[in-house]
């Protein structure tokens, strides 16, 4: 037991999860290589929030068999989301599957690795902090959803909402400023009804307040936000704490208030509208991103246009658009009749995109001649690239070596998705 490697599909959250449990194998001294086929530990870190995404997970599932026929005592691991709480049916499913782990539970492969390795995995592993993180780093703070929206599978494999305590979060932060990471991005399901369930009830905004004091960090992002637990109180913070990015992600889902009811989000589309008012006006400078749900059970052609008039009218930054699938165990799968045709819900989310596409191009062509201020988070192609404090990507060309500077970029041409530039003669300066 020398290896592991890990394969993960999903949201951010996922990517934390795999991150922190690739750092207890490697407290437990194993070490972590780029193709399964040299891996002693394989784990697939799944996602059913799709039906895509399963079907990627059930595809590197397949490839997995003839790895254990060809070395019997290596593990497979299967965690995440596809997990619930029987794995009875995954196991005859997929009888070569040695470990099948819900998400964040890491105890059971952990305790098998132990067993092989002759070692206490309980004694070797401390913090799951990660060991080599990136410029950028995830920091879960909250996990689980108490919010039951009828699409969603997520309460149902996560669980129930849990915060970590602000002491907590800080030390983890304070390590991985340690390590050389810029940037933490909070996460949670609902990220903004943190501390809600903590004996002192501290809120996003206290944390936000706690973390903008930690020497290192340059700047603080957090999602997925709910318009339900979207305070003053935390947009304020957001405004005023220096190191904590005037980006926010707030799915709205549907702009007909008939499909958020049936979704049960639990707010209307003028409490959204208004919402965003809100935002605006305390941030003109705001970046809001936002997901949308199209072809949901009974969904009208005049309901979907409502979303589009919503879109329009409102211009957000960004919006990750998605057609409805069923999730079985959801109350939508159990309750309602996924009857939208397939070739209509495709139809809408290109539409939905082809809006947006023209907003990004609108907007990003505004920002062609300012400066603005980039955290380098890597190459690509020969250019280095990095976001503004707005999530904006933005590449520039350049000789020296910026990885983790706070950069100053003019912006010269824009894209719907990017931003190219030329770096600032006073950052060439500072670099020099």
Known sequence: MNTFYLWTIGCQMNTADSDRLAAALEQMGMAPVEKAAE???????????????????VGNLGWMAPLKKEQPDRILALMGCMVGPKSDDLARRFPYVDVFMRPQEFEPLLEKVGERMGVDWEGCVGPLTPVRPDVTCHVPIIHGCDLMCTFCIIPYR????????????????EILASRGVKEVTLLGQTVDAYGHDLPDTPSLADLFTRLNDIDGIERIRFLTSHPKFMTQEIVQAVAD????????????????????????????RRDYIELVGRIRETMPEVAINTDIIVGFPGETEEQFQQTLDLLAELRLDKVHCAAYSTRPGTIASRTMEDAVPDSEKTSRRQRVDK???????????????????????????????????SNKLVFFEDEAYHLGNL?????????PWSLQGTLAVEAKFSAS
């Open 407 to 415: 950069v100053t970029v003019k912006i010269e041409r824009s894209s």
């Open 158 to 173: 996560r669980g129930r909402q849990v915060s970590r305590p602000v002491a907590e979060v800080a030390q983890e932060v």
């Open 355 to 389: 809006l947006q596409e023209q907003i990004q191009t609108e907007m990003n062509a505004e920002l062609v001649g300012s400066y603005e201020e980039i955290l380098v988070e890597g190459r690509q192609r020969g250019k280095w690239q990095g976001r503004t404090r």
């Open 39 to 57: 891996a002693d530990v394989i784990v697939l870190n799944s996602c059913v929030v799709r039906q895509g995404a399963e079907d990627k997970v």
């Open 241 to 268: 704490l220096p190191k904590v990015c005037e980006h926010i992600n707030l799915p709205v889902q549907a702009g007909d208030d008939g499909i958020l009811d049936e979704m049960r989000r639990q707010y209307s």
